[in-house]
Structure formats: C-alpha cells, structure tokens
C-alpha cells in the first residue's frame, strides 16, 4: 500500500496559521490542492501563495468563517466548482479561552463551542455529498489531547474537543459503505499563537510563574517535557488523508510526547 496525496483536493480549516499551515504545507509538498480557508481573505491568499511557490502541489485562499453556514456552504462551493470536488477536509479551526467555570462568561462559551463544533458539523455537512457521490473522502478533526483528559480553566474547550470524537465517530458509521472516513488528531501542547497567550492568562489565574505554566502545566504530563510540533501533527494529519481504505476510520490518536496514554 502506498500513501499518495498527488491531485487530492484538500479543504483546511484555519490553515493560515499553526497547526493548519503546517498540515497545508505537508500535503503540499506531496503534490496536493489544498485550499487554505481562514476568517481573512488576505492571510488565507498570502499562504497560499507561498505555498503554491514551493509546490509540486499548488494552493487557493478563500475566506470562510466556519460559524457562518452560508459561508461555509459557498467556500465548498467555490471549491468545487473551481476544482471539482473535495477528498480531503481537515477541520482545524479552533480558538482557546480560559476562565474558572463560575467566571466563565457564557458569551464565550458558545463562541469557542460554534467554532469547534459548529465549524466541525459544517464543513463535513457541505462536503460528504461530494465525497459520498465520488465513493471516497478523508475528513480530520482536530481534536486535543483534551478530547480525552481534562484540565481546570478549559471547561469549553474539553466540552468542544470531546465532542469531536462522538462527530467522528457517527461519520465514519454513516460514510462506511460510501468509502468516507472520520478521524480525530489529539495533539499534546504545540507552540503556535493560540498557546502562546495562553501562558500569561493561565499565570494569571492560577497565580503562577510562566515557567511554571509551561513545565508544570503543559509539559509536565510528558515524558520529556517537550512541545509537540507542528510538523509532528502535520505528519499524523498526512497519514489519516492519505490511508486509502475504511481500515482506518473513527479513531482518535494522541501525539503528545507521552502526555495521556490509553
Ligand atoms: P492558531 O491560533 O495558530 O490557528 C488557528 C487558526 O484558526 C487561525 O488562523 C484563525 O484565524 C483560525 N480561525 C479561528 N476562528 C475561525 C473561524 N471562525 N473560522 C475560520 N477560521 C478560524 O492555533 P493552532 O494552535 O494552530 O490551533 C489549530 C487547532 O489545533 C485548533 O483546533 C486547536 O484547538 C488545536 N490544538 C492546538 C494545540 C496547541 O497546543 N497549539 C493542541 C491541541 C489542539
């Protein structure tokens, strides 16, 4: 069996930056089209382009909220009919906030809550027709070594992150015998944007140094206190789109440095 994403047309949500540029740049550089789908058209357009430079794939921005059916509707469909169908949807578009439950305002927990699960629902309900009507699709979630382990100040994004597992695992059932796969990414903490805020507000509500968030807290479970990578998730979101059968559906991986084991 060999693994191939030459041609596949592959839709990443939240791939401007992080975790989702690094995906973008991977599936690129084994010949994919990736669509590069973020909440501004200019950032979305400059990565791919730059993308599109190193090739032997090739890459197209296009501005989509993934809250916003509408939205999410017309980026697939712009898609499309620009490329013809989609293989391949990585939802990774995903924001943190951090407050103790009682604090938490309840504004915030149905943003972070339509963002990752909303977004999740959305971009699968657009793009399984297409993947059903050609009898094959990849769809990646971006899940968290929180989908499966708790931590305190993060009650909307454990909710969220573990509900990407029960999204997946409805869509593999549903999408079997149309040959479309579901998986989920749980990655341990990675040093991108979305991280990197996080240390002084978690200093600041736990009432802690910053080093001690981050050897403590987001390190500490692991077996070397090492950040997982970008690259690392990347490889791992390689392998989900481009195993080519049901063999490999409805599951969930951690790539953590150790952080959860199960
Ligand atoms: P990031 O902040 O670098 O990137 C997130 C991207 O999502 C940004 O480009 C942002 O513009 C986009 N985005 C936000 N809201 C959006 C919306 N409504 N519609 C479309 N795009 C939107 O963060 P990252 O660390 O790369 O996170 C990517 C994913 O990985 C998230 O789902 C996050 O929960 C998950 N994750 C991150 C880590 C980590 O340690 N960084 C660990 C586990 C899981």
Redesign the pocket.
Known sequence: MSLDLKDKICII????????KAIATRYVADGAKVVI????LS?AQETADALTKQGPGSAMGIK????DENAVNSGVKEVVEKWGSVDVLVS?????IVHPIEDFPFKDWKKLLA??LD?GFLTSKAVIPYMKKQGSGSIIF?????SKEASPLKSA?VTA?HGLLGLARVISKEGGKYGVRANVI??????????EKQIPEQAKDLGISEEKVVSDIMLGGTVDTEF?T?EDVAEVAYLFAAFPTNALTGQSLVVSHGWYMN
């Open positions: 949500t939240g791939s401007a930056s992080g975790i989702g789908a973020d909440l501004d950032k989509m909220d993934v809250t990774n578009a995903g924001i943190q963002i990752h977004g971006m899940g968290s070594v929180h994004y992150k749980c990655p341990g903490f990675v040093k991108t944007p979305l991280v997982t970008v």
